[in-house]
């Protein structure tokens, strides 16, 4: 019998329920609405029945473990949800254990963060890699760092919120201060940053979608503010590669959706900023997994925590 991890993967917008096998083949999706103003009491009941479909649709298939992947901040080993923002109305919720207790299994979670740094380590761009920076690149700006071939969560497991950093005294407001990288470098900091720069044309902000449609048919003012967002990212990176000293600094979301639009000018703020040593041996390259990253992610709590063997790689 072949084992199929069941690995969750909770957004603010929609939660998918996957099995996927350790080598990373995805046996089976479903995905539903979060809708975050519901308790997490009437959510759990949605996610068990998911859960118990996607269990009797492959009984062929053995499930070693859990695995869950949730945005911050959380308390990842006693599997604690504290609060997050995207989920104003779940406090302290102890999934873990709920988890573990309705479906007799060993449960795992992870921050969806290090839960992208550890899907491409093990099956992305990261393959091979002893050091490396994953960036969420999302509606939020985050990171996920692998130093020496090791997850790196940090003392409270907030290690990676880069997206908090300030890099101006003036930019959009975002993550509780103005001119923080996710004000500048996010989805919904790109937004901002459109209705800062041209109030005129854009009061309210535009999206990504609409910016990016309009800077690839060479409207000045849509590049421009991809080129802000860019020269911000860039001293991120550098940021990044003059600390941690990282092989890669691998892009989610945004990095493989915008392309050339947001990374020449990072890199190139990059190349200025940096230490000519971090400089020379970082590579910036997109998310190898493209859109198939949560799935994968979703079951890395398990694979990291749980010991379970990755076909191919060195474990």
Known sequence: MNDAILGIDIGGTKTAIVLVTPGGDVVSRNEFLTRPERTFEDYFFELSESIGTSLRDHKCYNIPAISVSIGGPLDVFKGIIKSPPNLPTWKEVPIKAILQQKFNLPVYVEHDGNAGALAEYFFGAGRGARSIVFLTLGTGFGAGLILDGHL??????????????????????????????????????????????????????????????????????????????????????????????????????????????????????????????????????????????GDLAAICAALDQGGLAVPGLDN
């Open 152 to 293: 790196y969560r940090g003392a409270s497991f907030t290690a990676g919120e880069l997206g908090h950093i300030r890099v101006s005294d003036h930019g959009p407001y975002a993550y509780g201060k103005k001119g923080s990288l996710e004000g500048y470098c996010s989805g919904s900091g790109l937004k901002k940053l459109s209705a800062m720069m041209f109030p005129c044309r854009w009061r309210d902000g535009a999206s990504v979608k609409v910016l990016a449609d309009l800077a690839n048919n060479g409207d000045e003012d849509a590049i421009e503010v991809f080129r802000e967002s860019g020269r911000y990212l860039g001293r991120a990176f550098a940021i990044i590669a003059d600390m941690v000293n990282p092989e890669k600094i691998i892009l989610g979301s945004l990095g493989f959706r915008l392309g050339s639009l947001i990374i020449r000018p990072a890199m190139e703020e990059f190349e200025r900023e940096a230490l000519a040593e971090s400089f020379s041996v970082c590579q910036v390259v997109p998310a190898a997994l493209g859109e198939r990253i």
